[in-house]
């Protein structure tokens, strides 16, 4: 057994605690954790790779605690911009009909950049397709969102579009005052 005198040892014990969490005051803390723990459960200062390992360990173990913990207080919260959830299936149901102004390859490539996080280039590698047609198409499908929203909203029904007897799709454009053209599609 290498014995190392307890100096040199701590010393080394720190700057492996600190070269682990940067921060002067953990790397402490955590040495003197390890040590109390080691000098504890064997009675005489631990070894060298002993030491480094509890040290490694408990690094981890806090590590893992802190993500548990902060996820814990991040339910617990109640987010600055926070929506009931009646306004949420409200805004999905607004969204829901707005959806369907896009076509299917439009709503999957929006789906796949905004709800999955997926990069232009990743999903133009999934449509076997060229990164600028994805872009386009992006910009395309929100722009048309947009406008879609904003003609409800501004709840101007003669440029919405309406089934007329046939099912077809009618759009009524006003031009003057009281005049309408009739355009069928």
Partial sequence: MNL??????????????YALTMHRQD??????????R??????TSPEKPVLFRTIRNLFIDGTRHAKVVDRYRKQEEIPVGYVDESDRLMDSDLLDRHLVCLRPIEREVLFLSVVEGYTADEIAAMQATVRGTILSMLSRSKKKLRQSIQREQLGDADKASHPDETGSNVVSIRRGRNASRRIGS
């Fill in 4 to 17: 190392i005198p307890n100096s040199e040892l701590l010393n080394a014990g720190y700057r492996y605690a």
């Fill in 27 to 36: 790397a402490e803390d955590l040495l003197h954790d390890a040590w109390v």
């Fill in 38 to 43: 080691l000098v504890t459960r064997y009675g």
